[in-house]
């Protein structure tokens, strides 16, 4: 037979640096992050909102001043002449739906601004960063920084609330007979509540009161969670 012949190995190159392996982000990392607002109750800005900001950046800040003044008496109970703001944007020259669209907007910012109780400084940071120009956030500083506290009286007086309970009578009366029945005897008590300064009388037997007790310690008690 013939020899075997052996051929030499080439040599493995050597080993080269080792690399971590690259784990995948998730999407939402790769997304830019979400903007929040304190003036949109701590959400993103209103895509609508945007884009009014941007309409309102069309005319002077003399005139968004003007519109703010007329927003905040609408806010106040006035109604708003539109006629007076389509001369004030008559110069930008605005669709009709346009100019109500930013009393919209402005009515949204300042409302919304008393109601969360913003500070100026981060009133005007925020519309900065939501695109309104520096001198539309100056205009609408002043007339924001007069009427806040008058506006957060009314959303006060506007604001769902339940009936106030302002004074309770009580006493228990034990019935031995009755027009009903000959014989009862069981107590009942006599019941006065003063709310919002009317009174209600109710009478109710000893396992009806029970019951009503049992219910309002409940509630209270789930009240105290909140």
Same mark, same amino acid.
């Given at each position: 037979a013939p020899p075997r012949r052996h051929h030499p190995r080439t040599p493995l190159?050597?080993?080269?640096?080792?690399?971590?392996l690259l784990r995948a982000r998730p999407l939402a990392s790769l997304l830019p992050p979400i903007m929040r607002f304190k003036l949109c109750g701590g959400l993103d800005a209103p895509e609508w909102l945007l884009k009014e900001i941007e309409i309102l950046s069309k005319i002077s800040s003399v005139r968004v001043k003007f519109l703010c003044k007329g927003v905040l008496r609408h806010l106040q109970g006035h109604e708003i002449n539109y006629g007076k703001v389509a001369k004030w944007t008559a110069t930008a020259n605005l669709a009709a739906s346009d100019v109500?669209?930013?009393?919209?907007a402005l009515t949204y910012i300042l409302s919304s601004g008393a109601k969360y109780n913003l500070e100026l400084d981060t009133l005007f940071t925020e519309?900065?960063?939501?695109?309104m120009p520096k001198e539309h956030c100056i205009?609408?500083?002043?007339?924001?920084?007069?009427n806040k506290k008058v506006l957060q009286e009314i959303f006060a007086r506007e604001t769902l609330q339940l009936p106030r309970l302002d004074d309770i009578h009580w006493r228990v009366d034990y019935v031995l007979t009755s027009?009903?029945?000959?014989? /009862?005897?069981?107590?009942?008590?006599?019941?006065?509540?003063?709310?919002?300064? /009317?009174?209600?009388?109710?009478? /109710?037997?000893?396992?009806?009161?029970?019951?009503?007790?049992?219910?309002?310690?409940?509630?209270?008690?789930?009240?105290?969670? /909140?």
């Open positions: 190159p050597p080993p080269g640096p080792c690399y971590p109500k669209a930013m009393v919209a519309l900065l960063q939501m695109g205009a609408m500083s002043k007339p924001y920084k007069e027009s009903e029945q000959s014989t /009862v005897n069981e107590p009942v008590a006599q019941v006065q509540l003063g709310v919002d300064g /009317v009174m209600h009388r109710c009478q /109710v037997d000893g396992h009806k009161l029970r019951l009503l007790l049992h219910e309002l310690r409940a509630a209270r008690n789930l009240m105290d969670t /909140v």
